[in-house]
């Protein structure tokens, strides 16, 4: 019963400087051994002399602190340092860039100070979850003209000497609708122009950096008018981060695979019907098992699919019901004679 009280001491001690890691920063989080051996030891020593017999109290003060030392030294070290870290997240969520050479470069610290290998490929939604984003490392992020990574989520950042870049983005559109691949900051108006050196958005009460809306976005190099919550992957991809995707809340929404099975029902139920031609009714046939391919494609080894993919099949779907709607209603006006209600 002793021994099994000591090493429980000695476990609760060595928790102390791991459950401190998660506040601090990048360069903190490298000085914390130290501190971890020297708690670990400290209240080992306590823990062990508690336990041990009247007679054995020095002996148990020195065996606890030794195994607290150890158990601390081991606990708090991190996985990894700011020598290979991209950057770090702080507790608001906001990225902090690190000055690392790019072949060094092998992973990052979240906004609970855990390591994380690889660069982020995501974002930080509003209660504070990470959100996985499906791109590929190469679209994640980009580099800025100092050298430092950022993630292409990042509606700001703070640089390696603690200056704030507010609103930069991988690129942008031109007037073409052509993408420009290179660090950026600005906004579009409500016309897809961009606007250089205007950044869109605001500080919060906690002083942290909050990106407004945007007035539209562009997928395949055509503006689509409309508000809208987001930011574009290094390729120009546009990866939504709005809860209420098409006006339907994130819980209440149809699933992808809803949405197919329930198309696919009204195209052949208006087929039978004969309020849609069968040349439109295959043709929007064809164009929902084309999705459906693509769909199960995108999907990951887990059945998953990214929050980019998962919004680019919604518009499609989208685009499709109303091209169907357009038929019948058409139908209706008698521009097409295959039929009327």
């Not at 993630?151 to 507010?166: C, H, K, L, M, N």
């Not at 696919?264 to 009714?281: C, D, H």
């Not at 919604?314 to 709607?325: P, Q």
Request: net charge positive; glycine share 14%.
């Amino acid at each position: 019963m002793r021994i099994q009280t000591l090493v429980a001491g000695v476990c609760a001690a060595a928790l102390i400087p791991t459950a401190a890691l998660a506040q601090q920063t990048c360069e903190q989080r490298q000085n914390s051994r130290i501190a971890g051996t020297v708690v670990g030891a400290g209240v080992g020593a306590i823990a062990g002399s508690a336990v041990a017999g009247r007679g054995d109290r020095s002996e148990g003060a020195v065996i606890g602190g030794l195994a607290g030392a150890l158990l601390g030294n081991q606990l708090s070290k991190s996985k990894a340092d700011c020598a290979r870290a991209y950057g770090y997240y702080d507790n608001n969520g906001v990225w902090h860039a690190n000055d690392v050479a790019r072949s060094d470069a092998a992973g990052y610290f979240d906004r609970n100070g855990d390591w994380i290998d690889g660069a982020p490929r995501g974002h930080y939604d509003r209660d504070g979850r990470w959100v996985q984003a499906g791109v590929d490392a190469s679209s994640a992020g980009y580099y800025d003209t100092r050298g430092l990574w950022v993630p292409a989520s990042a509606s700001g950042y703070y640089t390696q000497d603690g200056r704030w870049v507010a609103a930069a983005a991988p690129g942008y559109y031109d007037r073409s609708g052509r993408w420009i691949a290179t660090a950026a900051t600005g906004r579009y108006n409500s016309d897809g122009e961009w606007m250089p050196g205007q950044a869109s958005g605001r500080y919060d009460a906690n002083g942290v950096w909050v990106a407004d809306p945007q007035p539209g976005y562009y997928e395949n190099g055509r503006w689509i008018r409309g508000e809208a919550l987001g930011y574009y992957d290094t390729r120009g991809r546009w990866i939504s981060t709005d809860s209420r995707q098409g006006g339907y809340a994130s819980q209440d929404r149809p699933s992808i695979d809803e949405r197919q099975a329930d198309l696919g029902q009204r195209i052949e139920r208006n087929m039978q019907r004969g309020q849609l031609s069968r040349y439109e009714g295959q043709k929007a046939l064809r164009t929902l098992a084309a999705i459906e391919r693509d769909e199960r494609s995108m999907r990951n080894r887990r059945g998953m699919l990214g929050a980019r993919n998962e919004a680019a099949l919604h518009a499609r779907l989208d685009r499709l019901s109303a091209s169907v709607r357009e038929d019948l209603r058409s139908d209706r006006q008698g521009d097409l004679r295959y039929g009327a209600r």
